[in-house]
C-alpha cells in the first residue's frame, strides 16, 4: 500500500496498532504496519500484517502481506501469508500463497493458492 504523493506523513518506520477486545468498529481502517485486533470490525481492512486475536472477530473484507487468526473471520481474505491457529474460525474465501492451518482451526470457504 502507498500514500498518495500529497500524504503529509513521513516514510518512518509502520507501527503497531492495538484494537481492545472493547472495541468495535464499523467501517474500513488501513494501517502501513501491524494491526493487532482483540475488539471486533465489521469493514475493510487493509495492513501490512493482521493478527485477529482469541477474541477478535472479523466480518468484511481483509487485505495484508500476512494473516494470523485465532479468533473468527467472516467474508474475504487476500494476503501472501496466511496462517490459522488451533481456535481459529474462518467463514472466508481465502486467497493465499502459503497457508498454514493448525489441528483444531474451523475452516469454511473456498481457499485458492496464487503464484504471484
Known amino acids: 500500500m502507498t ?3 500529497e500524504s503529509p506523513r513521513t516514510t518512518a518506520a ?3 496498532s492495538v484494537i481492545a477486545q472493547d472495541v468495535r468498529i464499523k467501517g474500513d481502517i488501513g ?3 501491524t494491526v493487532e485486533l482483540m475488539g471486533q470490525i465489521e469493514g475493510k481492512i487493509t495492513a501490512r500484517t493482521l493478527i485477529v486475536g482469541a477474541d ?3 466480518k468484511g473484507t481483509v487485505m495484508a502481506e500476512t494473516v494470523e487468526v485465532r479468533g473468527k473471520v467472516e467474508g474475504k481474505i487476500s494476503c501472501v501469508t496466511l496462517t490459522l491457529r488451533a481456535a481459529a474460525q474462518v ?5 493465499y ?3 498454514a492451518i493448525e489441528s483444531g482451526a474451523t475452516v469454511e470457504g473456498r481457499f485458492t493458492r496464487t503464484t504471484s
Open 3 to 5: 500514500l498518495p504523493a
Open 14 to 16: 509502520a507501527g503497531r
Open 31 to 33: 494501517s502501513e504496519g
Open 56 to 58: 477478535g472477530f472479523v
Open 91 to 95: 467463514t472466508a474465501d481465502s486467497n
Open 97 to 99: 500463497t502459503t497457508l
